[in-house]
């Protein structure tokens, strides 16, 4: 199943900015991910959905071209321009380094943080005030909240002016309000200034419920693509199992697929009050 790659007015998209075509790669002598068919147009959102050791990480890895297909092509627009985010989990936060700091190192210019230039520093700045992280130049990246640490690395990738913005887990070890204020930054950076367009997105998460069944593409992997769609098309019972191999029921609420593994019979009943009254 594939999603229809069409933009706001129903015309059909140009050719896509990023292109995986029967791709596959190795570590070793063990295949990772294999015959993998996967393209992200100009204003997509994608939202990659699978377990850990599927193969996600190394996916994004090979359309950054950081990792290089054993078969198949990646292939990038002419002049693309990507910025990628890690897992939070692999930054060593005591590395004595400013939010200033952090944000500057991704520039062209290669120059941090205070030796950068007028026009630099107020880039940063600029950045850093569009994503509420005003006045923290200066902060030690430690002393910040899960959520501020992680728009720091996403204001460190807007500085490169991407094309398309690649992230790994961006809500993975937060709360529930921090995914939230996370989800709805990414849907504005998609959404773009009303003069402009914005940023094509593709990120991978394990949260079904809280964050993929928000987006407006899915996509299920576990070494391949299992489903392509919408999360009303692809988080069904069938391509859950495929994916995550173990049964999955799926309920409707509030006009959303509401994920349940098996043994959730407390959420269940819940829902089905909420749903009585």
């Known amino acids: 199943m594939k999603s229809s790659a069409l933009n706001s007015s129903g015309n059909a998209f140009p050719a896509p900015l990023i292109a995986c075509d029967h791709l596959s790669c190795t570590y070793g002598n063990g295949t990772v991910i294999e015959g993998v068919d996967l393209s992200v147009h100009p204003g997509e959102f994608v939202g990659i959905v699978g377990p850990s050791g599927s ?36 930054v060593d936060w005591n590395f004595p380094v400013t939010v200033g700091e952090v944000v500057g190192m991704s520039r062209p210019q290669k120059s941090w943080w205070p030796g950068s230039s007028s026009s630099e520093r107020q880039a940063i700045e600029e950045v850093l005030e569009r994503l ?101 098309e692809v988080l069904q019972p069938y391509f859950l199992e495929r994916t995550f191999g173990a049964p999955m029921e799926v309920l409707q609420h509030g006009g959303m697929p509401i994920v349940l593994e098996q043994g959730s019979d407390e959420l269940r009943l819940r829902l089905s009050r909420k749903g009585a009254s």
């Open 55 to 90: 193969g996600k990480t190394t996916l994004l890895k090979a359309m950054l071209g950081s990792i290089k297909a054993s078969h198949g092509s990646v292939t990038r627009a002419s002049g693309l321009s990507v910025a990628y985010v890690p897992q939070l989990e692999t």
């Open 132 to 232: 509420g992280l005003g006045g923290l130049v200066q902060r030690h990246i430690r002393e910040l909240s899960g959520g501020q640490q992680q728009r720091v690395f996403l204001a460190r990738a807007l500085i490169q002016k991407p094309d398309v913005l690649i992230l790994d887990e961006p809500t993975a070890g937060i709360d529930v309000t921090t995914r939230h204020e996370i989800l709805h930054v990414l849907a504005d950076l998609n959404e773009g200034p009303p003069q402009g367009d914005g940023i094509a997105i593709v990120l991978t998460t394990h949260d079904l419920n809280g964050l993929a069944a928000h987006l407006p593409r899915l996509v299920c992997f576990n070494r391949t693509v299992i489903a392509d769609g919408t999360p009303s």
